[in-house]
C-alpha cells in the first residue's frame, strides 16, 4: 500500500507521468487512506475566441498582423505625426471602415459562440452524490462525479460507464455529432461491479486527454474490505464520449473523467490549418509591384523637388519659416519623401482585401443554395466549410479519389461465396464448379467435396465473426413474409415456413462497416439467421431451424495495418473455436498454404468482375492455447503503455496456423453517373488518381466501369507482383520498370499539342499506370538517398504522363503522401481529394481543396473538408460551372482594383510637375476618402458576386473551356500588364485632357476661371464615370442589383458632390470644394469635355466589344438561343432584368 502512495505521488509505476488517478465518487482508496482531491479543470465549455475585456486589444493585434493593414496604420500615424499634404482622415477613415468592418464581423462570430457555449454549460445534469440525486449544471461536473444520463440525453462530459439498465450491461450509443456515424455502438460496462454504486470504492487510471476519438486506454483498481484490489482493463468500449447520445437504453450511470476542455470533442474542436488560394498569391505579388511603382513614384517626385528648388527662387507666397529653415537637410528630404508616400499611397487598395472577404463569404452561399446539390435520399445539399478557396475550384489540375463510397455507393450485396473452391452463386440456374457448369439442386449432393459440414462451418463463421448488432421491431406477418420472400429459395435450400411464424419480428442489423450487414444477410440466404448478442451469448438459427449458442470469448478487433478481424468463442459442447475474416492478402500468409491455392483463383476473379472479397479461416484452440491467449490479452489490455502493440503482437500470434474455409464476394455498385462525371472532368483537363485500400483486381476493374481506363489503355504495372518476376532482387527490378515505363510513357511519347488530351486526340497511345502501398513505399524511401530522388522524379512523370493512376493497397497516410508529392512538383499543380471516409481525412487536409463525400462511413472526412457534397457527380458542376465562375469574377475583381487605383493616383502624380512637387493635392479629401469606400465599391462586389460571361448550361456542356482559366490564366503577368497600360492610358487622358481644357482662360458665362480644385473635380468626376462604365462594359449577365449598384453609385456621386459643396460645415477649417461642383456643371465647356473624355477613354473598349466576333460554344449558345423557344436565353424576359436564378437553378 505504502509503495503504491508512493507511486501515485511520485509517478514510479509504468507509465504514471504520462496518466491520471481518478477516485470514482471522489472517494479515497483504500478507505483508510487519506483523499486529497486532484486538479483537473471543470467542465465548461469554451469554444469562444475573445472575452468582453480582451475583444479590443486582442482584435486589433490580429488585423494589424496583416501587412496591409499596418501599412495603412503607419500611412496614418505619418500622417498625424508629419505635416503632410493630405489630411490623416483621409487614410484613417478607410482604415477604420475596414477594421470596424472586420471587427463586427468576427465580435458576431464569436458571439454566437459565447451564446452556444452558454446553452451547453447550463445544460442541467443528474449527478449522484452520497446515494442521493441531485440536479446540476453541467459545468459544475467534476472529474470523478459519477453521473447519470438517460435515454435520448446527450453525455455531458466523458463517461467511463459504470451500470446500465439493460440486463446485459451495455448501452447503445450514436456518435453523430462527433463523427457522423448514426449507427448505434455498442458500449460494455466495467465487469462484476457493486449494484449499488454508493458503496463502490475504486481509482482509474487511465492516458492523459487525448483527440482520437477511437483509443483509450485505462484500468479500474476496485477496492473491497482489506483485500488487493481487483484490476479491471478499460478501452474505447467502456468510454462514453461527450456529444454522443444514449439510445435504446433506459439510463446508464458513469463517472467523469475528462470534463471541459479535455473532452476529446472539445480536444478536436480545433480550426483547420489555412489553406491560402493561387489567387491570393497573385494578390500579393501585385501588391509588391504597386509598392515599388508607389516608392519610385515619391523618389522621383522628392529628387525633382530639390532640382527644382535649386534652380527657381523661392515663391513670394510659399516663403519658408524660420523652422524650416533650421531643419536639417536629410530629415526634410526624409519627411518629404513621407509626405509623398502618403500622397500617393491610395495606389495600394486596402479596401480591396474587404471586398474580397465579402464577395468570398457572400458567393459561398450560391453553392449551399444551388438546388442541383441537394440530396432527397438523405435530405441534405452542399455545405461550406471555408469560403477562403472558392475561386481554387476553377484551378484544379489533379483530382485525388477514393474508390469505396467515393466512387461506388458503399452499398453492399452479398453476391456469392465460395467454400472449398466451389462456388455458391444467388439466384442462378446454375453453379460453376471449378469450371464445371451443374445443374442446380441441394448443394451437399451436388458439391460433395465440400460436404456439408465444410458448408455450415463457413455460414456458422459468417454468423459469429462480426460486431453486427440486431435491432427488432414487432410488425405484422405479412410484412415478415414480403422481406423474407428474396431467401425462400437458395441454391435449393427452402426456407422453412415455420421459421416465418411466432416471432413475427422483422430483423435489422446495424453495424459500423456495411460489408458487415451485407455478410451476415448473405448467410441468412443459406439458412443460416443470427439472432443477437445477449450477456455475451451469440446465437444463430442454423437450417434445421435449430437455435445454436456460443459464449463469446474475445473479439480481436479490425484494424488497418492488420485488415483483419477475428472472434473466440466457446460451444455448448465445450470446443473453443477461433473465426478469421479479412483481405486476401492478410489471410493467406496466416493459413496453411496447401489450401490457398484452391480459393485464389475464385478471389481474383471475383476482384476482376469488381467485386470486394474476404477470405474466412478458422482455428480450433485448445484448452491450454486458450488459456495462454486469454493471459496474455488480458495483460495487454491492463496496459497503460503501448497497449496497442501488445495487443497486435498478441493477435498476431494467436492468427497462426488457421485453416482457409472459403472466401465471399459482395458488390459496390458504382455512384450514379460517376463514368459521365469522370469523363467531364478529363475533357476539362484534370488528371484523375484513385487512391484506395483496395486490391487491384478490384480497383482496376472500377477505373474500366468508371471510363478511366479504357479498352485501348495501355496498363503500366508496378506492383509486389512485377517486382517479383524475373528472380532479381526487388530494388533491381524496381529500378529498371521505372526506367522501362520512363521510356515508353515520356521519353518515346509523342509531343501533344497544347490543350489537347486523349479524350481528343485521334492519334496517339493512352497508358495507365497502377502501383500498390508496398511498391510506392520503396519509391518513396529507397534505401539510398540519390535513388530515393531519382525514383520519385521518375516515377511522376510517368504519372503525369499517363491518362489516369490507381493506387491500390493504399494506407491512409501514404494517400497523403502521393498528394504531397505532387502538390510539391514542378509548377506547384493545384490539386483536389476527395473521399467519404476516416481514412481519406489525411489525403484531404494535404490537398489544395478537399472535398467531403456525405457518405456511409460517417461524416470525418466531411468535418475536416473544405467543402461537402452528397454525391460524386455533383463534383461536375462544382469545378465547371461554380469554380469555373468563381475564379473568373475573382480574377476580374483584383485587375479591376489596382487598374482602377492606378487611374486614381496617375493625375495625382503628374498633377506635381505642373505645381513645383509642392505636394499640393489633386482631389478633395473628401473624395480621397470616399472614393474606394463608396463611389467604386458596390458595382465591382455586384459584379464579383453575379457575373456570368458564360451561362453555366455551356459551362457544364462543353468542358474544355475550364482549360481556358487554368494555370490561373487571368492573373498573369502579360494581362496585369495590360490592365496596368489601360490604366495609364485612362489617367493620361484624364489629366492632359482637363489640361487641354484649361488652356481656355475664360470657361465661365461670367468670364470667371476655374480654380485648381475645379480642375481636381473635372478629373475626378471623368474618372468615376469611366471606371464604373468600364465595368459595365465589362459586365456580361445584367440584373437589376447590377443596375441598381452600378446606377446608383454615379448618382450617388453626383448627389454627394452637391450635398458636401453646397453647405457651410462648421467642422471645416478649409472649406475648398464650396459651389465647386455646381459652378463646374455651369459650364458648357465643363459638361463637353467631360463626355469626350468618357468616351474617348472608352473607345477602345466600345470598338472591341462591337467588333468582336463570337467563337465557340459562346456563338453556338447564341444560335442555340434563336432558334430553340425552350432554351434558358432565349427567355420573353429583355436581358436587362434576368436574374441569377434565370441562369441556374440557384435560388435567391
Known amino acids: ?77 505619418v500622417q498625424v505625426i508629419v505635416d503632410t499634404p493630405t489630411s490623416p482622415v483621409t487614410s484613417g477613415l478607410p482604415l477604420f471602415f475596414v ?96 449494484s449499488d454504486l454508493q458503496y463502490l470504492s475504486a481509482t482509474i487510471e487511465c492516458e492523459q486527454p487525448q483527440p482520437d476519438l477511437y483509443k483509450f486506454v485505462g484500468r479500474m483498481h ?9 484490476v479491471r482493463s478499460l478501452g474505447p468500449e467502456n468510454l462514453l464520449l461527450k456529444g454522443a447520445n444514449l439510445k435504446n437504453t433506459q439510463k446508464i450511470c458513469g463517472v467523469a473523467v475528462y470534463t471541459g476542455m479535455e473532452t476529446k470533442m472539445a480536444l478536436n474542436y480545433q480550426g483547420k490549418s489555412q489553406k491560402r488560394s493561387a489567387v491570393e498569391k497573385s494578390i500579393n505579388a501585385f501588391l509588391l509591384v504597386y509598392l515599388f511603382i508607389l516608392v519610385s513614384k515619391a523618389l522621383v517626385c522628392t529628387t525633382l523637388k530639390y532640382v527644382w528648388q535649386s534652380k527657381h527662387d523661392e515663391p513670394w507666397y510659399n516663403e519658408k519659416t524660420q523652422k524650416e529653415r533650421d531643419t536639417n537637410q536629410y530629415l526634410k528630404m526624409f519627411t518629404d519623401f513621407l509626405s509623398f508616400m502618403v500622397l500617393f499611397n491610395f495606389i495600394i487598395p486596402v479596401s480591396m482585401y474587404v471586398t474580397v472577404e465579402m464577395q468570398k463569404f457572400l458567393g459561398s452561399f450560391f453553392i449551399t443554395w444551388d438546388k442541383d446539390f441537394f440530396d432527397p435520399e438523405i435530405q441534405e445539399g452542399a455545405l ?12 484544379v489540375e489533379y483530382i485525388f479519389t477514393d474508390k469505396t463510397g467515393t466512387l461506388t455507393q458503399n452499398n453492399m450485396e452479398f453476391i456469392e461465396c465460395c467454400i472449398d473452391g466451389f462456388q455458391y452463386k444467388h439466384g442462378d440456374g446454375s453453379s460453376e464448379l471449378d469450371g ?47 422481406q423474407i420472400d428474396q431467401i425462400d429459395q437458395v441454391d435449393g435450400l427452402g426456407v422453412d415456413q415455420a421459421f416465418l411464424d411466432p416471432p413475427q419480428k422483422e430483423m435489422g442489423f446495424i453495424a459500423s462497416s456495411p460489408d458487415e450487414i451485407a455478410l451476415v444477410k448473405g448467410a441468412m440466404r443459406y439458412g443460416f439467421t443470427f439472432l443477437g448478442l445477449e450477456s455475451k451469448n451469440m446465437k444463430i438459427l442454423n437450417r434445421n431451424k435449430d437455435v445454436e449458442t456460443y459464449e463469446l470469448l474475445h473479439v480481436l478487433n479490425f484494424d488497418p495495418v492488420r485488415r483483419r478481424m477475428s472472434v473466440m468463442v466457446r460451444s455448448k459442447t465445450g470446443e473453443i473455436l477461433l473465426f478469421c475474416k479479412g483481405a486476401d492478402s492478410s489471410i493467406f500468409p496466416q493459413v496453411r498454404q496447401e489450401e490457398v491455392e484452391t480459393i485464389r483463383m475464385h478471389v481474383e476473379r471475383n476482384a476482376t468482375e469488381g467485386y470486394r472479397t474476404l477470405c474466412v479461416a478458422y482455428k480450433h484452440l485448445s484448452a491450454q492455447e486458450y ?105 533491381e527490378r524496381l529500378h529498371d520498370l521505372l526506367l522501362e515505363y520512363h521510356k515508353k510513357a515520356v521519353q518515346d511519347a509523342p509531343p501533344v499539342k497544347l490543350g489537347i488530351t486523349r479524350s481528343w486526340s485521334v492519334a496517339g497511345h493512352d497508358y495507365g499506370f497502377i502501383i500498390d502501398g508496398a511498391s510506392l513505399s520503396m519509391v518513396l524511401s529507397s534505401s539510398s538517398e540519390p535513388n530515393s530522388r531519382r525514383y520519385k522524379n521518375l516515377f511522376l512523370q510517368i504519372c503525369q504522363n499517363c491518362t489516369a493512376v490507381l493506387c491500390c493497397r493504399m494506407a491512409p497516410l501514404q494517400k497523403a503522401q502521393i498528394v504531397k508529392l505532387v502538390k510539391n512538383s514542378k509548377g506547384n499543380p493545384i490539386t483536389l481529394s476527395i473521399g467519404d471516409g476516416a481514412n481519406d481525412v489525411s489525403m484531404i487536409l494535404e490537398a489544395h481543396v478537399g472535398i467531403g463525400i456525405k457518405g456511409k462511413e460517417g461524416r470525418q472526412a466531411v468535418k475536416n ?4 457534397i452528397p454525391k460524386l457527380k455533383h463534383l461536375k458542376k462544382l469545378l465547371l460551372a461554380h469554380g469555373h465562375l468563381y475564379y473568373v469574377r475573382i480574377a476580374h475583381l483584383v485587375q479591376y482594383f489596382f487598374y482602377k487605383n492606378l487611374c486614381f493616383i496617375l493625375p495625382q502624380f503628374l498633377y506635381q510637375f505642373f505645381c513645383g512637387y509642392s505636394q499640393q493635392p489633386l482631389y478633395d479629401a473628401a473624395y480621397l476618402t470616399m472614393y474606394n469606400i463608396c463611389f467604386t465599391s458596390m458595382p465591382i ?27 490561373n490564366a487571368m492573373l498573369r503577368w502579360k494581362l496585369f500588364l495590360y490592365w496596368t497600360a489601360l490604366g495609364v492610358f485612362h489617367g493620361l487622358v484624364f489629366f492632359f485632357g482637363v489640361r487641354f481644357l484649361f488652356s481656355n482662360p475664360a470657361l465661365q458665362d461670367n468670364g470667371q476661371v476655374f480654380g485648381n480644385w475645379s480642375y481636381g473635380t473635372i478629373v475626378f468626376t471623368v474618372l468615376v464615370f469611366t471606371v464604373t462604365l468600364k465595368l459595365a462594359l465589362d459586365t456580361r449577365h445584367w440584373t437589376w442589383i447590377n443596375h441598381f449598384v452600378i446606377w446608383g453609385s454615379l448618382a450617388f456621386y453626383v448627389f454627394f458632390s452637391f450635398f458636401w459643396g453646397g453647405i457651410i460645415w462648421p467642422f471645416l477649417k478649409h472649406q475648398r470644394l464650396y459651389f465647386v461642383f455646381a459652378n463646374m456643371l455651369s459650364s458648357v465647356s465643363a459638361w463637353l469635355v467631360i463626355i469626350l473624355l468618357i468616351l474617348l477613354s472608352l473607345l477602345p473598349e466600345i470598338l472591341f466589344v462591337v467588333l468582336r466576333k463570337p467563337r465557340g460554344p459562346h456563338a453556338r449558345q447564341k444560335k442555340s438561343s434563336a432558334g430553340d423557344p425552350q432554351s434558358p436565353q432565349s427567355t420573353d424576359r429583355p436581358l436587362l432584368t434576368r436574374t441569377f436564378s434565370d441562369e441556374s437553378n440557384t435560388i435567391i
Open 1 to 77: 500500500m505504502l509503495r503504491r502512495r508512493l507511486n501515485r505521488l511520485f509517478g514510479g509505476d509504468e507509465g504514471r507521468v504520462h496518466s491520471r488517478t481518478i477516485y470514482v465518487g471522489h472517494k479515497s482508496c483504500p478507505p483508510n487512506e487519506a483523499y486529497i482531491p486532484p486538479k483537473f479543470c471543470d467542465n465548461k465549455i469554451v469554444s469562444s475566441k475573445y472575452t468582453v475585456w480582451n475583444f479590443l486589444p486582442k482584435n486589433l493585434f490580429e488585423q494589424f498582423r496583416r501587412i496591409a493593414n499596418f501599412y495603412f496604420l503607419i500611412i496614418f500615424l
Open 99 to 194: 477594421i470596424t468592418v472586420t471587427a463586427v464581423k468576427q465580435g458576431y462570430e464569436d458571439w454566437l459562440r459565447h451564446k452556444a457555449d452558454r446553452e451547453v454549460n447550463e445544460y442541467r445534469v443528474s449527478v449522484l452524490e452520497d446515494g442521493r440525486r441531485i440536479r446540476k449544471m453541467s459545468a459544475k461536473i467534476k472529474v470523478g462525479d459519477i453521473v447519470e444520463v438517460e435515454e435520448d440525453e446527450t453525455f455531458p462530459c466523458d463517461l467511463i460507464l459504470l451500470q446500465s439498465s439493460r440486463d446485459d450491461g451495455t448501452c447503445f450509443v450514436t456518435t453523430a455529432s462527433l463523427d457522423g456515424e448514426s449507427n448505434h455502438k455498442t458500449h460494455y460496462t466495467v465487469a462484476d461491479l457493486e
Open 222 to 230: 476496485i477496492y473491497r474490505n482489506s483485500q488487493e484490489p481487483d
Open 384 to 395: 461550406v466549410n471555408t469560403s477562403d478557396l472558392n475561386e481554387e475550384l476553377g484551378q
Open 436 to 482: 464445371f457448369c451443374v445443374t442446380d439442386g441441394p448443394v451437399n449432393k451436388i458439391q460433395q467435396k465440400a460436404g456439408r459440414e465444410r458448408e455450415e462451418l463457413f455460414l456458422r463463421a459468417l454468423c459469429l465473426c462480426h460486431t453486427v448488432q440486431v435491432k427488432e421491431s414487432t410488425k405484422h406477418r405479412q410484412d415478415q413474409i414480403d
Open 627 to 731: 488459456a495462454r491467449a486469454d493471459a496474455d490479452l488480458r495483460e495487454a489490455r491492463l496496459a497503460l503503455q503501448d497497449r496497442e502493440e501488445k495487443l497486435m503482437a498478441v493477435y498476431n500470434r494467436v492468427e497462426t496456423d488457421m485453416i482457409l474455409i472459403g472466401a465471399t464476394a459482395v458488390e459496390d455498385q458504382l455512384q450514379d453517373e460517376a463514368a459521365q462525371t469522370m469523363e467531364a472532368l478529363q475533357g476539362a483537363g484534370m488528371k484523375v488518381w484513385v487512391l484506395t485500400g483496395d486490391k487491384m483486381e478490384t480497383a482496376k476493374s472500377t477505373c474500366y466501369a468508371c471510363g478511366l481506363f479504357k479498352k485501348n489503355t495501355e496498363l503500366l504495372e508496378l506492383t509486389l507482383r512485377t517486382l517479383e518476376d524475373g528472380g532479381r532482387s526487388r530494388e
Open 865 to 868: 473538408s473544405d467543402y461537402a
Open 941 to 967: 462586389l455586384a459584379y464579383s458576386l453575379l457575373e456570368q460571361h458564360i451561362c453555366i448550361e455551356v459551362l457544364l456542356e462543353h468542358s474544355t473551356l475550364y482549360r481556358d482559366i487554368a494555370k
